[in-house]
């Protein structure tokens, strides 16, 4: 079966950096989304890899690794409203968006 | 720009009756989608459509049926609801044009099966 692992829930401090892991076991993969959900909200787009490596984008990056099938999302200077859940998405061969059950980011002052 | 338009916001409704949950996009896009959101699940696909015409089941699809006379619109109806039914629904879009897969959200149904 297909399948995507990321924490649960995970507590920062403001200012600081947090590293959101994600990793997948897909039939095929076209592709790695990341989406920020606020609570009772809906996903917005964060990201987007196909390739191996770092794609950065202001003070969210975003790291692929096929191979290990393995991803994360790196989160730097926190501010109090990247307080949300975050979902991994994979696309898989029949490019169909698997999602992972999302991680909830709780930021402290 | 309006992108993505789902009515209602929210809905209380009687196990055992019928309801057509509506989603409109004004982006062009030929692919939309009907999700579920439960606590700790994730996001579940229940029905999708590649192009207007045509459409296609997904993991959850019982109990719902959709259809696509027209790109910008998506319904999703509940023939006969049952309390297991009480979710989030959210309708998305993506243009198959561009990013592969990249989907945009509409702001959610927050439906109560009682």
């Known amino acids: 079966g297909q399948n995507i692992d990321q924490p649960t829930e995970m507590t920062a401090t403001e200012g600081a950096i947090v590293q959101i892991n994600c990793t997948y076991q897909?039939?095929?993969?076209?592709?790695l989304f990341w989406y920020q959900q606020h609570a009772g909200e809906a996903p917005t787009f964060l990201s987007y890899?196909?390739l191996d490596g770092l794609e950065e984008k202001g003070r969210f990056s975003s790291f692929l690794s096929r191979s290990k099938g393995y991803s994360y999302l790196l989160l730097k200077e926190l501010q109090m409203k990247d307080s949300a859940s975050y979902l991994c998405?994979?696309?898989?061969?029949?490019?169909?968006?698997?999602w992972g059950a999302g991680t909830k980011l709780i930021i402290k002052p | 720009t309006a992108g993505i338009t789902q009515a209602p916001t929210s809905q209380i409704l009687a196990a055992g009756r019928s309801m057509t949950l509506r989603c409109t996009q004004d982006?062009?896009?030929?692919?939309m989608y009907w999700y579920r959101q439960d606590l700790g699940l994730g996001l579940r696909l229940i029905h999708y459509?590649?192009?207007?015409?045509?459409?296609g089941k997904g993991e959850v699809p019982d109990g719902y049926s959709v259809s696509r006379a027209n790109t910008d619109d998506f319904p999703l109806t509940l023939a006969s609801a049952v309390p297991s039914q009480t979710s989030v629904y959210f309708c998305?879009?993506?243009?198959?044009?561009?990013?592969?897969?990249?989907?945009?959200f509409g702001q959610g149904t927050r439906l109560t099966v009682v």
């Open positions: 998305a879009s993506s243009d198959s044009n561009t990013v592969a897969g990249k989907a945009f």
């Open positions: 982006m062009r896009h030929n692919a």
């Open positions: 459509s590649n192009t207007a015409g045509t459409t």
């Open positions: 897909t039939s095929g993969f076209n592709g």
């Open positions: 890899n196909v």
């Open positions: 998405a994979v696309v898989d061969s029949n490019y169909q968006l698997i």
